[in-house]
Structures are given as C-alpha cells and as structure tokens.
T-cell receptor, first 113, second 115 residues
Framework: DQQVKQNSPSLSVQEGRISILNCDYT??????FLWYKKYPAEGPTFLIS?????DKNEDGRFTVFLNKSAKHLSLHIVPSQPGDSAVYFC????????????FGAGTQVVVTP | EPEVTQTPSHQVTQMGQEVILRCVPI?????FYWYRQILGQKVEFLVS????????KSEIFDDQFSVERPDGSNFTLKIRSTKLEDSAMYFC?????????????FGSGTQLSVL
C-alpha cells in the first residue's frame, strides 16, 4: 500500500535551523492530513493537521503546507530543537473512513547541537 | 494529562496460541481503534469500534481477530490462533469523536512476539 509516501527515511538538521519533511500521496479521496511524532517505546503523538480545503496551517514552530494539485504536503519545523529528534509520520484520512488513517513510512529526524 | 494505557508492554507467545491485548482508553472517549506496526513497515489500521460494534476493519482484521469492550473501561484485541506474521507492535488509540484523526490518542503499544 503506497498511498502515502515519505521518501526520505532520515533527516539531520542543526539546532536552530529549519527542518522540512515531505510527504506525497496518491489517493485523491483523502481530505484530511496529519503529522504525528513518535519517540522510541511510545505511541504516535499528534502534531498538526490540515484539511484539504486549506493550503497552510500553523501551530507555533510547526507549519504544514498542502499542495493538492501536486498531491504533496510538507512539515516545517523552525527553529529545530534537540527534543524534536524523533520519527515523524505523515498520515491521511478519507471523509468516508474517519477512523482509518493511512500512514507513511516515517522520517527519522536528528537535531544536532 | 489523560492517556491511553496498554498492557502488557511485551507479550511472547507460541504460534497457534491465543493472545489478548488490553487497553484502557481515555475515560470520556467513545471511539476506539487498533493499529499495528510490523518491524520495518508502516503503521497500519486494523479496526475501529464505536457503540459496542465494529465501525470499520481492514483486510488484515480477519476471523482470527476480534475486539471487545468487556466493561466500561477496557478495550481488548484478541488473536485466536497466532501466526508468525502477527509479530508486531500493536497500538490502541481512542478519540472523543470519529470525525477527525487529530483527536486520536495512541497508547505506548504492546510488542507481540510470536515464536
């Protein structure tokens, strides 16, 4: 199942700089997109989301951008902090399937001092 | 802060045995879910549950799987006859409403190892 793709398995960024995580999807029925963060031995934690009727949503240091025509979304973290080191998952949901999230494979972010 | 609690954190079982994974969702939540992540693979949806019945299930959730809310606080996933390929991290989640995924709260997971 490749409906949600995160093509970068890892990302290393310096503290204070911007982290940009990318996600592509193929299913045009997706209407809601989410980013989750996961630390080892913990479950995914919700970060930020965006509806398909918007192209940007911002929450503090986190901004998600959606380009529907390209079926692409990105998560910007600025400034990056050491505590941001985690695996980040992109997920998508269809209107008619509210509980079923399709996850990407994840991107391991490492923030270095 | 309220959280979803899962027990046990690790479960080792022999192939063919039954296992029950337990979850205590957040108390005022009404929607419950099971997801799993096989090592090296994506987190994948298994089942959603509302009002004491399954709302949706994936193709993975075959007759070997069942879910139950035996009382007002627990939510369980039963695998009747485990297979090697059932080895995975199983995540329980809950939400107040079923409308938006941002309201899914996940537990820390149960690592199931089938030998």
């Amino acid at each position: 199942d490749q409906q949600v793709k995160q093509n970068s398995p890892s990302l290393s960024v310096q503290e204070g700089r911007i982290s940009i995580l990318n996600c592509d999807y193929t299913n045009s029925m997706f209407d809601y997109f989410l980013w989750y963060k996961k630390y080892p031995a913990e479950g995914p934690t919700f970060l930020i989301s965006i509806s398909s009727i918007k192209d940007k949503n911002e929450d503090g240091r986190f901004t998600v951008f959606l380009n529907k025509s390209a079926k692409h979304l990105s998560l910007h973290i600025v400034p990056s902090q050491p505590g941001d080191s985690a695996v980040y998952f992109c997920a998508a949901r269809r209107t008619d399937s509210w509980g079923k999230l399709q996850f990407g494979a994840g991107t391991q972010v490492v923030v270095t001092p | 802060e309220p959280e979803v609690t899962q027990t046990p954190s690790h479960q080792v079982t022999q192939m063919g045995q039954e296992v029950i994974l337990r979850c205590v969702p957040i108390s005022n939540h009404l929607y419950f879910y099971w997801y799993r992540q096989i090592l090296g693979q994506k987190v994948e949806f298994l089942v959603s549950f509302y009002n004491n019945e399954i709302s949706e299930k994936s193709e993975i959730f075959d007759d070997q799987f069942s879910v139950e809310r035996p009382d007002g606080s627990n939510f369980t996933l039963k695998i009747r006859s485990t297979k090697l390929e059932d080895s995975a991290m199983y995540f329980c989640a809950s939400s107040e409403r079923g409308t938006q995924g941002k309201e899914l709260f996940f537990g820390s997971g149960t690592q199931l190892s089938v030998l």
